[in-house]
């Protein structure tokens, strides 16, 4: 195990099937010999695909990386599943020749059409959500699901990559997603199930971008682990962040802001003084993050200072 003394770094881990994300985490923890490591967008054991990780105090900028993602799924119809998907109690809703008969190409597509956009989603009953007190799926498995509530999601777009028959004859659609936060990729394959009439669940799920963290620039977990200079995979979070970031004008500009003072607007370029009221921005210093700082009242005030930050 290597032991870094200071480490202010994003990682871009494409994580596997089959393990939690927490678990990625331990795992990068062991390879850098740190403690302090978070990640953003929780992915479930069952899907793969980009996790944005942050080590050190870079892990404080979490809330800043941008919510939007995108997946590829794997909908199978003529099936249906406590839990949405394959891993929980799966039976058949359908034979195969009535899937054959219900889902063909013009009838899937007018369905993917017609759930773009802002809408209500029903929340499943097996999810991370939490009702009084408890997840849903802690009250699933108490046998006390909850249902009929809803969540106002943006499903930017929806398009239909391939449409297969599976080794069992029932039809399998890849479907490409791009959405907002919080949006249930399980609750697309039950409601495309449902507007066909044969019921489906989610096979795969895979993420292929969570802000501007990309799948084709992920590293495995594998190689990482057999890297004799695993580093060389850390990248500087700033470029990771969905924020105006700006280089301030001078040392002492940086010095007020790592004391926790604001600065005044008088004192700023012109066009940091055009930020509207409550906006936040990244400050930088000769190209090193100094501070995450919002406009309010006319002055530029830290909300979390990076004294550390390499």
């Not at 962040?241 to 280089?247: F, I, N, S, V, Y």
Request: charged fraction near 25%; aromatic fraction near 6%; glycine fraction near 6%.
């Amino acid at each position: 195990m290597r032991r870094l003394l200071r480490v202010f770094a994003v990682l871009n881990v494409h994580k596997p099937v089959g393990i939690t994300s927490h678990d990625v985490v331990s795992a990068v923890r062991r390879v850098f010999g740190l403690k302090r490591v978070g990640h953003a967008g929780t992915l479930d054991p069952m899907a793969d695909g980009v996790l944005p990780v942050f080590l050190g105090p870079a892990a404080r900028l979490i809330e800043y990386v941008d919510s939007d993602k995108a997946y590829r799924l794997r909908v199978v119809f003529g099936l249906e599943s406590d839990t949405l998907d394959c891993e929980g109690e799966v039976h058949a809703s359908a034979s195969a020749q009535q899937a054959q008969a219900a889902v063909s190409e013009a009838p899937l597509q007018a369905a993917l059409l017609a759930m773009t956009g802002v809408i209500e989603q029903r929340i499943p009953a097996y999810s991370a959500k939490r009702v009084d007190g408890k997840k849903l799926y802690q009250w699933a498995r108490e046998g006390r699901p909850i249902d009929d509530r809803v969540k106002t999601v943006d499903l930017k777009s929806l398009s239909l990559h391939a449409l297969t028959l599976g080794d069992d004859g029932r039809p399998q659609a890849v479907i490409d997603v791009t959405c907002g936060s919080g949006a249930f990729m399980r609750a697309i394959a039950r409601d495309l199930g449902e507007s066909l009439g044969c019921g489906a669940v989610l096979a795969a799920l895979t993420r292929t971008r969570h802000g501007r963290f990309l799948l084709p620039d992920s590293v495995t977990l594998a190689a990482l682990r057999e890297s004799a200079s695993p580093c060389d995979f850390l990248r500087d979070p700033l470029p990771y962040l969905a924020l105006p970031q700006w280089e301030l004008p001078d040392a002492l500009a940086a010095t007020r802001l790592l004391q926790g003072m604001p600065l005044d607007a008088d004192a700023l370029p012109a066009p940091l003084r055009a930020l509207k009221d409550k906006d936040l921005c990244a400050l930088t210093f000769e190209h090193r993050l100094i501070a995450v700082a919002r406009w309010r009242d006319r002055k530029l005030r830290p909300e979390k200072a990076f004294a550390g930050s390499p």
